[in-house]
Structure formats: C-alpha cells, structure tokens
C-alpha cells in the first residue's frame, strides 16, 4: 500500500516552454501533498505543500507564479514549471501524506521526475 | 532556523561490515525522525521514530533516537553491495508534517 506515481519520469525542453508534473497516489487518498527538489549531490529542498481543493503554500524563495501547483482531486496534484529556464533543471520529487489508510502514517514518495532544460 | 545534521558525509566499507550512520537536529515542533534510502530514484521509507530508546528493527537495519541528546543512529550489520545508496534523515515538524531532510550518508559497500 501507499504508492505514489510521478508522470513523465523525466523530461528535456527548450528554455522558454512550460512542463508538466503529474503525481498520483495510486491506492490512497491525499489531502496534502508536497513537492521537492534536488540539485545533483544535496538534499531534498521542500518547495511547496498542496493542499486539495486549496491554494498551495509555498516555501520562503519558491516563486509561486513559476511553479503552480494544481491539487484538484484527493489523489492527483500537479506542477507546472512555467517559462522554464536551464536553472530550473532538476529533480522534482513529490510525496503524498498517508493517513488513515492502514500504513505508517508519513509522507510516501514518487520515483521523481528528471527535468533538463536546454 | 531548523537543521538535520549527518554524519560521515561518506563512507566506504566492504561487504560484511557493520556501520553506524548519525543524525543530529535542531528544530522547533518536533514530531518525528524518519530515515529513508535512496538510491537512483526517490527515497524509500526505512523507519519512523517518535520515541526515545525504543529501537525498530527490520532485518539486518537498525535505528533508535535519543530525543534528550537530539540525536538518531543507523545501523547496518552485515552490510551487501546492495546496501549502497544515499541514507537520508528528516525531522517532521509540528502539525503540518513539513520534513526538513540532511544532506545525506552516501555509503559505499565493496564487494
């Protein structure tokens, strides 16, 4: 139990262009979701905390109008990098909360997404 | 300011040997500590630690937390070549089940 899905698993985009991140918690529901990043040898950065059927909240340095955060149902929420730059390529990670569903109550994680952008 | 400190940044072993990786933290609103392994992908769940001095075990891993010394350990025994990997601590703060990760152990286990 507790599996969460990203889509695509990685991506590669011209600077100037939008990408979308898709992550499913596949047999839970998810009030709350959050979305990582994690440049190559450092930690998961939190970036935003999705909330279903509200806005997301966002960390301090985390530009909100360039990654929007979708939670529109209580297992899909997604990202959209917008205007993506070279900068912006990363490994984006999102995790759903678990609760109530019968497995430790913590945050479950997709298998990431690669973005580069050229 | 919140922070999860690990330690050895790396470490290289060969198969068969025991290792002990550290995980120290300041941050307000503790919850919980979680360690999880990632390797090429996401990280995967190994343990939840809420309470002090009670270890959990899962076949050759081991962790316990010291919450009067704000500290967890990692215990490998025996380790393989696949035991490789990224080994992550974060500390889940308060109600809103925020983590706050370390840099991360990265072992190496040599055949």
């Known amino acids: 139990g507790a599996v969460v899905s990203q889509h695509p698993s990685w991506v590669i985009c011209k600077s100037g262009t939008s990408v979308k991140i898709e992550c499913r918690s596949l047999?839970?529901?998810?009030?709350?979701m959050f979305w990582y990043r994690q440049f190559p040898k450092q930690s998961l950065m939190l970036m935003a905390t999705s909330n279903e059927g509200s806005k997301a909240t966002y960390e301090q340095g985390v530009e909100k109008d360039k990654f929007l955060i979708n939670h529109a149902s209580l297992t899909l929420s997604t990202l959209t990098v917008t205007s993506a730059h070279p900068e912006d390529s990363s490994f984006y990670i999102c995790?759903?909360?678990?609760?109530?569903?019968?497995?430790?109550?913590?945050?479950?994680f997709g298998p990431g997404t690669r973005l580069l952008v050229l | 300011e919140d922070k999860v400190v690990q330690s050895p940044l790396s470490l290289v072993v060969h198969e068969g040997d025991t290792v002990t990786l550290n995980c120290s933290y300041e941050?307000?609103?503790?919850?919980?500590l979680l360690w999880y392994k990632q390797e090429k992908k996401a990280p995967t769940f190994l343990f939840m630690l809420?309470?002090?001095?009670i270890e959990k075990k899962s076949g050759r891993l081991s962790s316990i937390l010291d919450k009067k010394e704000l500290f967890s350990i990692l215990n490998i025994t025996a380790t393989q070549t696949g035991d490789s990997a990224i080994y992550l601590c974060?500390?889940?703060?308060?109600?809103?089940?925020?983590?706050?990760f370390g840099k991360g152990t990265l072992l190496t286990v040599n055949p």
């Open positions: 047999d839970f529901q998810a009030t709350t």
């Open positions: 974060a500390v889940e703060r308060g109600s809103n089940y925020k983590l706050t």
């Open positions: 941050v307000t609103n503790f919850r919980s």
């Open positions: 809420t309470s002090s001095g």
């Open positions: 995790s759903a909360m678990a609760l109530g569903t019968g497995v430790q109550e913590t945050q479950y």
